[in-house]
């Protein structure tokens, strides 16, 4: 395996500096790699702190997502949110790919803008631009010349604009492409009632079929659990909540439909790196 990289190698030998609260961006590592012998796995059970962006140029690979194994080919990009479980590997042959891990408070905000709100996987049309981009990301980062946070920041913004631009309109071949009704009255009802404590069972009842049955056809339409995207729905209100008003993060948790703040503060961080009080603080100052 070749690989040019920065901040660290494939298998994280070497630490990251980690974005502070006030940072927009931070490169965390950056790099490109090519595989053409064995097979080269990585698994990170506990995921890690920031983004991880890995975009495939040449050859396979194959992600388990929810315990589901997906093959992955040239354009595929895979995306891991912050301490999501990561299990991905190129198998034998020549392959190639090249990624970038990110943090800082600005991050969220452009996965949201360029259409990294729900799922891992998706299928871009064109990798030309992003990987321009990528090489000038590495050259900023390992140079560090003057101005170069200020280009940094220009660059992660491009990848994040091309990424929207070159997005395929298709699902990832082993999604569905067709949402089912059902589902979207269930997506209804998360939307407008995600305070009430909503569980599977409930939605299954709604949709009139067996537990299981809705789970994996949740699953299957939207990307991820259901109530995975129930709680993305949830910290989304809070995010609000902790910015426009003044309420106590008790308060906002059980608005939320969380009604343990502690645990509240545990998934919150886990979203987004920060604890709610620090979350508050970043954009009060904004």
């Not at 067709?178 to 404590?197: C, G, Q, T």
């Not at 949830?234 to 993060?249: D, F, G, P, Q």
Request: net charge neutral; charged share 25%.
């Amino acid at each position: 395996m070749r690989s040019t990289l920065t901040g660290e190698d494939l298998h994280d030998m070497h630490a990251c500096d980690y974005a502070s609260p006030e940072e927009l961006f931070n490169v965390n590592s950056c790099g490109s790699q090519v595989h053409d012998s064995d097979d080269a796995v990585i698994s990170r059970p506990k995921g890690r702190q920031d983004y991880h962006l890995l975009f495939i140029t040449d050859g396979e690979c194959t992600a388990k997502i929810q315990g589901v194994t997906y093959p992955l080919v040239r354009g595929d990009l895979l995306f891991y949110r912050p301490f999501e479980p990561q299990w991905y590997r190129f198998t034998k042959g020549r392959s190639s790919s090249f990624w970038l891990h990110l943090s800082g408070t600005g991050v969220e905000s452009l996965c949201s803008q360029s259409g990294l709100n729900e799922g891992n996987i998706f299928h871009l049309n064109d990798l030309a631009d992003i990987e321009r981009t990528h090489m000038k990301l590495i050259v900023e980062t390992q140079s560090k010349q003057k101005g170069y946070k200020l280009f940094v920041q220009s660059y992660i913004e491009q990848i994040f604009a091309h990424i929207l631009r070159h997005m395929s309109d298709k699902s990832h071949p082993d999604a569905p492409v067709s949402f089912d009704e059902r589902i979207l009255k269930v997506l209804n009802i998360m939307d407008r009632l995600y305070y009430l404590p909503l569980d599977i069972e409930s939605f299954a009842a709604e949709c009139n079929i067996g537990r299981d049955r809705f789970f994996h056809l949740f699953t299957k339409t939207v990307g991820v659990p259901p109530q995975k995207h129930l709680t993305n729905i949830r910290i989304k209100n809070a995010k609000r909540m902790l910015i426009e008003t003044n309420r106590s993060v008790a308060d906002i948790a059980e608005r939320c439909g969380f009604n343990d703040a502690m645990y509240f503060s545990r998934v919150f961080k886990k979203k987004t790196a920060l604890s709610p009080s620090e979350y508050r603080k970043v954009y009060e100052r904004k």
